[in-house]
Antibody, heavy 127, light 107 residues
Framework: EVELVESGGGLVQPGGSLRLSCVVSGFNFNAHSMDWVRQAPGKGLEGLEWVAHMTSGGNGIYYADSVKGRFTISRDNAKRSLFLQMDSLRVDDTAVYYC?????????????????WGQGALVTVSS | EIVLTQSPVTLSLSPGERATLSCRASQSVKNYLAWYQQKPGQSPRLLIYSASNRATGIPARFSGSGSGTDFTLTISSLEPEDFAVYYCQQRYSWPGFTFGPGTRVDL
């Protein structure tokens, strides 16, 4: 069974840092690109915001403009883990952060959707 | 950055009715569009990928169509468990794999 488990969320002051981890099981982590997606709580339709993407080998890394220069995605294939280092945190970074797997099977011309999600980790940025 | 717009914001329907949800892209995403369902307190679930392909285990009442800039998710006959929020996402344009703002299907 595919499983993704996030940890490391919590309360942090504006300007502070936090590191999220995601440990996976049930699939060949080395072979999959991975994403972080976040969702701000309590605002009616709580939209999803894509945050960052990292290819399976780690050579392709992409960020949303809203986090570029402040967040760093990384992975340790030996430990089956994905990370998100979040620096210079702002109040509007408050959200549930999901670790997500890019499919390797449900693809068209090499373009693949997210097909599995973790349960999410809540990050609250507040003074 | 490609912007996705979803309509309507809320769709109020009854079980057994047909639901038609729209997702429009600010520029072509070819057919690289996915639909996700999210229920309260749960993570999103992939329903449709590449605009019209059902993901594994998704019931046949869910169907997707469209290409370029206009896409539709149709639920042919709503079941009680289908009342949820639905998001579209484009995977065509690097670096921003943008999501739409969502459509809530309400009872």
């Amino acid at each position: 069974e595919v499983e993704l488990v996030e940890s490391g969320g919590g309360l942090v002051q504006p300007g502070g840092s936090l590191r999220l981890s995601c440990v996976v099981s049930g699939f060949n982590f080395n072979a999959h690109s991975m994403d972080w997606v976040r969702q701000a709580p309590g605002k009616g339709l709580e939209g999803l915001e894509w945050v960052a993407h990292m290819t399976s080998g780690g050579n392709g890394i992409y960020y949303a403009d809203s986090v570029k220069g402040r967040f760093t995605i990384s992975r340790d294939n030996a430990k089956r883990s994905l990370f998100l280092q979040m620096d210079s945190l702002r109040v509007d970074d408050t959200a549930v952060y999901y670790c997500a797997r890019t499919s390797r099977l449900l693809c068209t011309n090499g373009i693949c959707p997210i097909d599995s999600w973790g349960q999410g980790a809540l990050v609250t940025v507040s003074s | 950055e490609i912007v996705l717009t979803q309509s309507p914001v809320t769709l109020s329907l009854s079980p057994g009715e047909r639901a038609t949800l729209s997702c429009r892209a600010s520029q072509s995403v070819k057919n690289y569009l996915a639909w996700y369902q999210q229920k309260p307190g749960q993570s999103p679930r992939l329903l449709i990928y590449s605009a019209s392909n059902r993901a594994t285990g998704i019931p046949a009442r869910f169907s997707g169509s469209g290409s370029g800039t206009d896409f539709t998710l149709t639920i042919s006959s709503l079941e009680p468990e289908d009342f949820a929020v639905y998001y579209c996402q484009q995977r065509y344009s690097w670096p921003g794999f943008t999501f739409g703002p969502g459509t809530r299907v309400d009872l």
